[in-house]
């Protein structure tokens, strides 16, 4: 056990929990408990039988967000189920709060029958402004994403794909301004083929990647249209995907790559590789806690710029420069879904934050801790909200 895992189960036994619920309102008379409670309470509840959208003003639920899992990809500690993945959700919670003020709530599901698990989430609804899913294995996870988006009339958001790719895509962004290479032009290598490595490729499509010019490895290798090997979600990325055909590993990808991207595994890329990429590269390695390949190697091989997840390096890829800010967005102009264009929004505004007269090969993405981050987030999602017609207010 590391010294950081010990310090950290020292302390979540200290706490107790990262969360808590504090009261907004004072029952300190008899007058202050008619008023929130009976027999006063009786006539918000009228009200909302009357017009559900009164939720919205006469409750918590404008600023209320469900955190939910059920376990099956927990970090990168694999299929540990919900209960165990509750200090995770709490974290989560936590940084809801501290970010943008959300009121987030962990629910932990005790299944993972994709049936079971929208049918739970959908009842539960109308108790929230929005729904983050959390830590859902692929290729579950876009089933349960795509039918609760289909049901539930708030924000529903799966931040291990969309976060993800949205931070990705800012760095992008900058990281092309540092080498002087333009998106459309590159060509992408990308370990990792579940939920973020997908969302991540149809991101950087929407930013103006081709698609094409876009090679995705799974753990079998790369994916090519018509490999029977390949489960739904990856068939259909292979379809528009890797124009050339190649066949082979991470390494065949690697050659002649302008960018790479890891949502992969530990050490699987070597420096050798990255020596066969194009000139003035960008490396992407982001497996928590060990990546593809660590950064100081990447550089060594001839990488131009590097980023990863880890906090003790430059260029921190980090979802919490996207997730706090989205739903803050989304909750303030009451949005009835978090669509592609307020997530292209996000990349471009975070991207924003760092002035080109600031840029360098260490400097293309803001630091996670960051508390302006959520509020420039929050009004660009906002405004795409309204430009397309999901917003209520």
Avoid at 131 to 144: K, Q, V
Avoid at 216 to 243: Q, R, S, Y
Wanted: aromatic share 4%; proline share 5%; charged share 25%.
């Amino acid at each position: 056990m590391t010294d950081i895992a010990k310090e950290s189960l020292k302390k979540h036994a200290e706490w107790g929990g990262k969360i808590e619920v504090v009261p907004r309102v004072p029952v300190k008379s008899r007058e202050d408990l008619s008023l929130a409670y009976t027999p006063g309470v009786a006539q918000p509840c009228l009200e909302i039988q009357k017009n559900p959208d009164l939720s919205y003003e006469l409750t918590r639920r404008k600023n209320m967000v469900a955190v939910i899992t059920d376990g099956s990809a927990v970090l990168g500690l694999g299929n540990i189920g919900g209960l165990a993945g509750m200090p995770v959700m709490e974290g989560k919670c936590l940084l809801f709060k501290e970010f943008a003020d959300v009121d987030a709530f962990p629910l932990c599901i005790k299944s993972q029958d994709v049936d079971e698990i929208v049918r739970t989430v959908y009842l539960l609804s109308d108790s929230f402004g929005g729904i983050n899913l959390e830590d859902i294995a692929s290729p579950r996870c876009f089933e349960i994403e795509r039918r609760l988006i289909e049901t539930c009339d708030i924000p529903v958001f799966h931040d291990d794909q969309h976060g993800t790719a949205i931070v990705v895509g800012a760095a992008l962004i900058n990281a092309l301004k540092v080498v002087g290479k333009n998106i459309e032009n590159i060509k992408i290598a990308m370990s990792g083929a579940g939920a973020a490595g997908i969302s991540i490729a149809k991101h950087l499509i929407r930013l103006g990647a081709t698609p094409g010019n876009i090679v995705m490895v799974n753990i079998n290798g790369i994916l090519w249209d018509g490999d029977p090997m390949l489960n739904e979600a990856e068939a259909e990325m292979a379809k528009i995907t890797n124009k050339d055909k190649i066949k082979g590993k991470i390494a065949e990808a690697l050659v002649g790559a302008d960018l790479f991207i890891g949502v992969s595994a530990p050490g699987v890329v070597s420096e050798d590789m990255i020596k066969t990429m194009a000139k003035d590269a960008i490396v992407f390695p982001m497996a928590n806690p060990t990546p593809e390949i660590m950064p100081d190697a990447a550089l060594r091989a001839g990488a131009a710029v590097v980023g990863t997840g880890r906090s003790d390096y430059p260029n921190q890829i980090n979802n919490l420069l996207a997730f706090p800010g989205i739903f803050r967005g989304a909750l303030d102009c009451r949005a009835k879904r978090i669509n592609e264009e307020m997530k292209v929004a996000t990349s471009r505004a975070l991207a924003s934050l760092i002035p080109d007269d600031e840029l360098s090969k260490t400097n293309i993405i803001p630091s996670a801790l960051n508390k302006d981050v959520a509020k420039v987030v929050a009004a660009a999602v906002i405004e795409a909200a309204h430009k397309t017609g999901v917003s209520r207010l």
